[in-house]
């Protein structure tokens, strides 16, 4: 009955797990979102990937599965944009060297 480990209203406590990848990868998703034209978004693919692979194989140590899907979801969105604007500046680049070269 006195185990300092457990709370008869919220069950058993116990250390909270490691939630460091998955605020990273939803930081850097929202950043590469909202900021950075999605220049940091495939670091929130990566970490959001990591994060929930180690919640899901051992989910007493680590946590933040939810939090890392949002982020990986975020860098996703970010890392399409990222595509369609260097494909853009490509194309820019490609159609301005075009028309230098044929003056």
Do not use: D, W
């Amino acid at each position: 009955m006195n185990n300092p480990h457990y709370n008869p209203y919220l069950g058993a406590i116990g250390p909270k797990p490691n939630q460091t990848l998955a605020i990273v990868s939803l930081v850097s998703g929202i950043i590469g979102l909202v900021l950075c034209g999605g220049l940091v978004s495939p670091i929130a693919v990566i970490t959001g990937v990591m994060a929930r692979k180690r919640a899901a194989s051992n989910p007493m140590q680590y946590g933040g599965a939810e939090i890392a899907l949002v982020g990986l979801i975020l860098g996703i969105i970010g890392s399409i944009i990222l595509i369609f604007v260097l494909l853009y500046i490509a194309f820019v680049f490609i159609l301005g060297v075009g028309i230098a070269l044929s003056h």
